[in-house]
């Protein structure tokens, strides 16, 4: 079982690394001194080293270094037990630093220390005058990462769990696995489980702008890292510096909410990608809940060592290239060869959106991913609710409607932590302007999020940009006029005209 907020598409190639890793030298402030003095004293909770190879991938660059940075476990108990956060830094380029620019790049889950260096060529102009950094927040990769079980257990209930059920035995085996899943996260997670939420790293943030010596919050979160920013936001009002927000979650809906925004923006992509192939909308999407439906009652053979593909893991495979519209032309292959009779194509794009190698490990991204959401969602809504939900569901989409209207019943079924808010609290009211972009074409966090994420966080405090594109995220894929208004924003300290529009691949 997934959720589709994830994090941006190119970390799903980014090479995992560990945190074990000296650098630092002077600095300028914004304003040209010389700022080397405040750094230092940041620098001096933190021993940076070159950072190192993992039985998962090859160190990084020369220009990287990590680093280990403790802090409290409970932040309501400072004095407490600490846990490790594993930060990465490439340091400013040019002689002009502002500062450090912090990235966050969504899931929950996500690992900044394994994205940022894969992310740092298109951030290469907002390095001149930042160091770029990031981190893996707490319950994800070397910072306590957590593992709910182990990848035998995955690919059997990959084959096994139904995640639409049809049946009362299926809907029991459903739920059983849903259960099962989060005893084995507070096995792994222990006292970390009631930890993770997104409140707590708000604070771990603020506690690496310290370290790191910065005044203020200079920040670019994506996805989920918008709602991150957001909280922090709220928090730390007077800290927030150059602050951009990119592939908006909506900070105002709830657990049905957000799955009923997913549901409308994934079948918005499906709908522009099959205008782009010619089809109809409503009969190809009717087309593909049909093949859905077919693979239901008999999963497809593939040439994966004996492998089936079932319909939980062919609704995986749909979704992850409407991510991108590059990645658009292998969803028509992948679609052309499972009507054929063959789930090969299909159940290699799944893979790849769960994060599976070619030797049948799997990433742990969904396990972080579930249990920060779970710990921060107060909503669990139950069976019989669901159950209501599912016309509803159906008619928002056919194709990816059963499947998300399904996952708000299971998702966080049995728990053993209770959820902590509705809704995220984003107002930031004092704060600097922060920078909100939204894509009209964005299928997982959709573009009407934006724009209540630049409501909710305050009048003068949300500026709102907006592109006309299609995938999940805006800055880089493709817009000059996104990049450079986002680079001016974060360079020079300009703030666009609040409701500003980029076309498609326009210019400014």
Known sequence: MTRFTRWAALTAAAALLTAGCSGGGPSKDDSGKDGKDDRASGDSALDWKRCEATEDGPAPGDEWRCATLEVPLDWSKPDGGTIGLALIRAEATGDDRIGSLLFNFGGPGGSGVSTLPAYADMAADLRERYDLVSWDPRGTGASGGVRCRDDKAIEAAESAVDWTPDTPAEERVFLEDAADFGKGCQKAAGKLMAHVSTTDTARDMDRIRQALGDDRMHYFGISYGTELGGVYAHLFPDKVGRMTLDAVVDPTADTIGHAKNQTRGFQTALDNYLRSTGRDPEEGSREIADLLDRIDAEPLPTSSSGRELTQSLAIIGIVLPLYSEASWPALTSALEAAEDGDGTELLALADGY?????????GTTTHAQRVISCLDDKQRPTVEETRKLLPEFEKLSPVFGPFLGWDTAGWCHDWPVPGQFETPEVSAPGAEPILVVGNTGDPATPYEGARRMADELGEGVG?????????????????????STVNAYLLDGTVPQDGKVCSSRSAP
């Open 463 to 483: 500026v709102m940009l907006t592109w006309k594109g299609e995938g999940h995220g805006a800055y880089g894929s493709g817009s000059d006029c996104v990049d």
């Open 354 to 362: 769960n994060e599976r190698d070619a030797s049948g490990g799997y």
